[in-house]
């Protein structure tokens, strides 16, 4: 489903030299599986997401999404193929001045939907997330757990195949966080739909996550099916993450 090949990223640095974000790095990611890539703050997590919605372009290497080489899409041709991929971020990134049904439209409104077809997709979403009897609510009126589960319902407007989550529950307490995995799960099955999940959090891994690489220093230096990497950790960072007690809760969801 995923295919990232040799790809590296540097940035030129205030001081002039240049900071290897991503550095060779390659994996792949299997068709309806959920693959975590976890790693200490400034690892080159975000970099490695953002690279794959072609808003960092890569200095090496390439992407490919469902075998489309999304690395040298242009233009419309890009436009349209980010269609085909929901993201979800830390800070919700949902519009405050238009109510939690309006924020699960947006997608499909600037996509020409229909309006009746709109009122059934968004209703359907609403009830997929958890979210009846908040229709009519604003971002602010709503839990962080709440506004999570709107930008999800948005990410899954249109029926995208691949789901990028970037640290989505980094700012939720133990309890909503475990609720918003267990939807994570659900979602998996309902809509057969890939998922990465970008995380420093091992909670996360060891809870919902088939396989893992972890990163570090824009490099992975380890990666396997997470069960496996977390029972019998090699590298050094894995082991601090592992020994560090970054857990918010040992159970299972
Ligand atoms: N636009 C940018 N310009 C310069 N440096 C950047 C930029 N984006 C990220 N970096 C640097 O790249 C490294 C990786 O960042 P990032 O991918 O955000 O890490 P993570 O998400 O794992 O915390 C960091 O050292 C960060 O400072
Ligand atoms: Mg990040």
Request: hydrophobic share 40%.
């Amino acid at each position: 489903m995923v295919k990232i090949i040799n790809v590296s990223k540097s940035f030129l640095q205030t001081n002039n030299e240049n900071l290897h974000a991503l550095d060779n790095v390659s994996l792949e990611i299997s068709k309806n599986s959920i693959f975590g890539i976890i790693g200490l703050s400034g690892a080159g997590k975000s970099t490695l997401l953002r690279s794959i919605i072609c808003l960092e372009k890569v200095d090496q290497g390439q992407i490919y999404v469902d075998d489309f080489e999304i690395t040298s899409l242009k233009g419309e041709e890009l436009r349209s193929f980010l269609k085909n991929i929901g993201i979800v971020f830390q800070g919700y990134n949902l519009l405050y001045q238009k109510t939690v049904e309006k924020n699960i439209a947006f997608p499909l409104e600037i996509s020409g939907w229909k309006k009746e077809d709109i009122k059934k997709r968004v209703n359907y979403l609403i009830e997929v997330t958890g979210l009846k009897g908040k229709e009519k609510a604003y971002p602010a009126q709503l839990s962080g757990g709440q506004k999570q589960r709107v930008a999800i319902a948005r990410a899954l407007a249109l029926n995208p195949k691949l789901l990028l989550f970037d640290e989505i529950t980094s700012a939720l307490d133990p309890k909503t966080t475990k609720q918003i995995l267990k939807l994570l799960l659900e979602i998996r099955d309902k809509f057969q739909v890939t998922m990465l999940i970008i995380t420093h959090e091992l909670a996360v891994v060891s809870s919902i996550c088939d396989e893992v690489a972890v990163l570090d220093y824009g490099k992975i230096v380890e990666q396997g099916i997470a069960k496996t990497v977390l029972e019998k950790p090699q590298s050094s960072v894995t082991k601090m993450l592992l020994g560090k007690g970054g857990w918010k809760d040992e159970g299972n969801i």
